[in-house]
């Protein structure tokens, strides 16, 4: 039945683009014709689209004129496909919107609030301070549903430091001691599991809050200027350059050479695969811990401290979005909500391994209390010393400052250019961002 749903679906897809059917006969009929809403992921995996596949399923019994397509591209160019079909105006309803591509989907008009859905849905006062923050954190109004935050943590390989006779690290300095101690380049074991390669910047970033505190931050999403101070950045302050000589050390004297280009997969990769002993990331690393190593030889523990007593990382999240030319904005919303539940995003949390949006996960489900996940509800309960902090990604200079600032971390690390000659090209770039764009947060 399901096959034939889709089949059809296509069929009246293909007949629109070939006008043989008008859009508004289409629309009046809706009540009456087969619906098929076409959702587009960007974080895609096999495991998680089975995941959705799931819960859309679960939709569709209960909706039966409802047919939902889930089109998962390769992970690698999922946002650039995504923007292709946005800038077509056709072809999807729903995007996956993350904290890194919202503000160009919403500048361009890509995608459309959901305010009025959300304002009459029975479980938005469960919602978290962290998932109210993304939703209204686009001009006040709501064009995402995140499905979940990617906060992050210290892995650290348990045997290795008992071994050493160190306890885990609880700050960034306490890192690189453990680091270095366990450092034997000859037995290819190093201490860090370094991200030099794509959005290594955002790691330098988390050591730059840390060591500063968030305190003097113009806000939680524009960690790159100070309070009160008319567009100066935080680049001229001695702790931020205290910070990145701190931060280049943890390459040179703990981390391998190579992992001047890892990225995501490249430094859990070195983790699980014994090179290297400690690994900040993301939740979602819990899974594949508990399936490649030994219950007892490795440990999560909390975001380590800087200077400041302060933890400081991204509120990384990733969620569901209306796009601007959808025909059927009910149908794709009340699903969007679907999605959203306690029920379905509690269970695709646990499943998926990232931080709820709803304040009851923990009280339903005992994984997020009494795992190795329940770290994050620590830290959630400490917010004077876990706390969030990000780019400021609503300036339109912040899609080029991407393009190039990977390249200039590179650059200095490598020591083709100076702590200070990379200072200076922050500083001026967000200096200049500011004379253009004005104050965006």
Known sequence: MKRAKRFIGLLLSAAMCAGLFLPNAMTAAASDEEITITMVESLTSAER????????????????????????????????????????????????????????????????????????????????????????????????????????????????????????????QEIYDAGVALTDADANRYGFAFRGGTLGYMYADTVIWSYIGTDILAGPDAGYFLKDGDGATIFTLPETKEALEFYKSLFTDCSPSDSIAWGFAEMVQGFIGGTTAMLIQDPEVISSCEADLEDDDWVLVPFPTGPSGQGVFPNGYSGWSMTSFTEHPDEVADFILFLSNAENNTYFCKNYATIPIHTTAAETDSYFRESRFSIYVDMANNGDVYRTCGAPMKYNAFAAYKSEVDTMYQKWLTDEITTDDLLTWLDDYWTQAYADEGEKF
């Open 49 to 172: 689209t089975a995941l959705i596949r799931e819960i859309a399923d679960k939709y569709e019994e209960e909706h039966p004129n409802i047919t939902i397509e889930i089109i998962s591209p390769p992970l690698e160019s999922a946002d650039n496909k995504i923007t292709q079909m946005l800038m077509s105006g056709s072809g999807c309803d729903i995007v996956e919107s993350r904290d890194l591509t919202i503000t160009q989907y919403v500048n361009n008009e890509w995608i459309q609030p959901i305010d009025s859905y959300l304002d009459a849905w029975e479980e938005k006062d469960t919602l978290t301070e962290a998932a109210q923050q993304a939703i209204y954190n686009n001009g006040g109004a709501a064009y995402v549903i995140p499905y979940g935050f990617l906060w992050r943590g210290l892995y650290c390989h348990k045997d290795w430091l008992d071994e050493a006779g160190i306890e885990p690290p609880s700050t960034w």
